[in-house]
Every structure is written in structure tokens, then in C-alpha cells.
């Protein structure tokens, strides 16, 4: 069974810093390309980060680009989002995702592709 547990997810000031993690079981993780999406409230899911399976690849959503930093650490079936310089806008609920099988450098920020979800993990950013 395909498992994915988001964390680090809480209550941040303004200009702040997150971490959040997920860690993926039930899947040879190396072969599936990793993203992060979020649902801000009133709002639908949007793509927010995405790397390749080998780690090499990455994309950013303009909205956290040079902000937001996606990693992962294939020994430790991991993908991490780091996120810096926090507003209120970055208020959400955020996902990590999975799209099996897809080799060492397939990225994409398309959600339709995505085939394995977490349960989220809410972020809040006061001013």
C-alpha cells in the first residue's frame, strides 16, 4: 500500500521559515517524480514545486520561486519543501505528490498526472 505522510507543517509569523517533509512508502521512490502542491483557502489546489526522480530537476510555481526550496533523499525515501521568506498569502494546506514511475528526470506541474496523494498539512503564515 502506497503511503504518503506529509509533516512540519504550523504556524509561522511573517518572513518566517518551514520545512516540511514527506515520506513516502510501498513505492520505489527513486523512480517517481515528487511534487508539492497547495490549497489556499477559497482557492483551488495549485501546483507549487516539483522535482525528478534522480533529484536533478526541479520547477518552480512563479508565486515561491527563489523562495521555496523541493529536495528529496532517495535513501530515506523522503521529499522536502523549505520555505523561506513566508507571507500570508502562503497561508494552505499543502500536499505532497507522486507520479510513478516516471525514471530519473520526468517533471511536471500538472496535478491530472499526479497518481498518489498525502493528507496535507496545513501551513498558516500570520502578519
Known amino acids: 500500500q502506497v503511503q504518503l505522510v506529509e509533516s512540519g507543517g504550523g504556524l509561522v509569523q511573517a518572513g518566517g521559515s518551514l520545512r516540511l517533509s514527506c515520506a513516502v512508502s510501498g513505492r520505489t521512490f527513486s523512480s517517481d517524480a515528487m511534487g508539492w502542491f497547495r490549497q489556499r483557502p477559497g482557492k483551488e489546489r495549485e501546483f507549487v514545486a516539483t522535482i525528478s526522480g534522480g533529484g536533478g530537476r526541479v520547477t518552480y510555481a512563479g508565486s515561491v520561486l527563489d523562495r521555496f526550496t523541493i529536495s528529496r533523499d532517495n535513501a530515506k525515501n523522503t521529499v522536502y519543501l523549505q520555505m523561506d521568506s513566508l507571507r500570508p498569502e502562503d497561508t494552505a494546506v499543502y500536499y505532497c505528490?507522486?507520479?510513478?514511475?516516471?525514471?530519473?528526470?520526468?517533471?511536471?506541474?500538472?496535478?491530472?498526472?499526479?497518481?498518489?496523494w498525502g493528507q496535507g498539512t496545513q501551513v498558516t503564515v500570520s502578519s
Open positions: 505528490a507522486a507520479v510513478r514511475n516516471t525514471g530519473a528526470y520526468y517533471i511536471t506541474s500538472d496535478w491530472n498526472e499526479y497518481n498518489y
